[in-house]
């Protein structure tokens, strides 16, 4: 073969090879083109079905959420299931939705038992779950998400209370504490701080206005009134003299005299100066007031509600309790109650015992001579029934603080 020919030959191979790769270079340019717009078309198809499965999920949420309109009192407790009942329709939840409730960005599980404490809005924020798959050249997780915020109105519309409010009635000279025996409270906030307005002047006779308030942290706002009075000092005869003339006489009972007897003695029989002396005039205020309260033909249930309602509406409870306050007022005896309008329980109790005797009724005291306190039972129809003056309890086998 010729040089010439050679030559020709090897040009010809050499076209050849370029044709060859440019064939195959157009083969894989067509390949991939061909798979990027496959892949462009997969991914325009997964954001049309992203975006309707996100529509159908909004759907879904709208149609779950209820709308509660009532507010919520300060202080409710709601459970896991009590935001789902109150806030969800659980049989419009897609079965392959997974709900979510946040409370301020808090979520709320079966743990918590939620207590609303703060007055106000209060934002919710509703948020469903639902897993979407999709292939492009291998397949994706991801979760679609849709939330919603609501808002609850919480309210505080109970007013805190004030309780152990009633008069007051001591004598001149005796100390006061006007705040003794009440408290103020409310359900969510607790124990609050009672608030005083009024004086007394425990050094003259009359009658005070005391007015106590509390706020709770709300700012509801609670009163009450009640009235001190505040009596002369009882005054007691001296040996030999006659009766106190700031004591009261008993209709229908005898005067205390200040003669001596015939044996000498100087002490009058109803001398209120004396223990004896005021028992007897408490014995004979006792004969006085059941001749006017027990009626013929009563129940013996009849008479002991009798003698309840007498005490409890005519007798004032004496505040001061101490041995000294006794030696000037005799809380602790039947006189106080019944002759001076003011006594202890203790003195509410011999009181009971003395009107029982008049009535025919058989009691008991109880807690008699003990730092307590003090209230009778009487025997009525077979059993043994509670009756405290002082206490303002009648009825019952069983006394409330026997149960404390």
């Known amino acids: 073969m010729s040089k010439k020919n050679k030559e020709g030959k090897k040009k010809d191979n050499k076209k050849n090879k370029y044709k060859i790769i440019i064939i195959i270079l157009s083969i894989l340019l067509i390949i991939g083109l061909a798979g990027l717009g496959y892949i462009f078309y997969k991914r325009q198809s997964n954001e049309k079905t992203r975006e309707l499965e996100i529509k159908n999920l909004e759907k879904n949420l709208q149609s779950v959420v209820l709308d509660y309109k009532d507010s919520i009192e300060y202080g409710t407790i709601w459970s896991f299931e009590d935001f789902y009942n109150n806030l969800i329709k659980k049989d419009k939840l897609d079965k392959k939705v997974s709900l979510d409730i946040l409370v301020n960005s808090v979520g709320i599980d079966e743990t918590i038992n939620y207590q609303f404490k703060k007055v106000g809005n209060l934002k919710l924020t509703i948020i469903l779950t639902k897993p979407y798959k999709y292939t492009i050249l291998k397949s994706y997780k991801e979760d679609l998400i849709v939330k919603e915020d609501i808002e609850l109105k919480i309210e505080d519309t109970k007013l805190p209370v004030i309780t152990g409010v009633q008069d007051k009635t001591i004598t001149v000279g005796d100390k006061i504490d006007l705040l003794e025996g009440l408290e103020a409270s409310d359900e969510v906030d607790g124990k609050l701080e009672l608030k005083v307005e009024g004086t007394v002047d425990t050094n003259k ?26 009596n002369e000092k009882p005054k007691t005869s001296t040996s030999g003299g006659s009766t106190s003339s700031g004591s009261k006489k008993p209709s229908g009972g005898s005067s205390s005299s200040g003669s001596s007897s015939s044996g000498g003695s100087s002490t009058s029989q109803n001398d209120a100066s004396t223990q004896a002396g005021r028992l007897n005039l408490a014995k004979a205020e006792a004969k006085r007031v059941a001749s006017q309260i027990i009626k013929p033909g009563m129940s013996d249930y009849q008479k002991a509600e009798a003698i309840f309602n007498y005490l409890s509406n005519n007798v004032a409870t004496q505040t001061n309790q101490s041995t000294e306050a006794y030696k000037t007022n005799f809380g602790n005896e039947a006189y106080a109650a019944l002759v001076l309008k ?13 009107l029982c005797n008049e009535a025919g009724l058989r009691s008991q005291h109880i807690n008699q001579n003990e730092w307590t306190h003090q209230w009778n039972l009487v025997y009525i129809n077979g059993e043994w029934i509670v009756l405290d003056a002082q206490g303002g309890i009648f009825g019952g086998t069983r006394h409330p603080l026997e149960d404390w």
């Open 205 to 230: 006779a009359g009658t005070y206005e005391i007015k106590v308030s509390c706020s709770d942290i709300n700012g509801n706002i609670s009163e009450a009134k009640f009235k001190v009075t505040v």
């Open 342 to 354: 003011i006594a202890a329980c203790s003195g509410f109790c011999k009181a009971v015992t003395l």
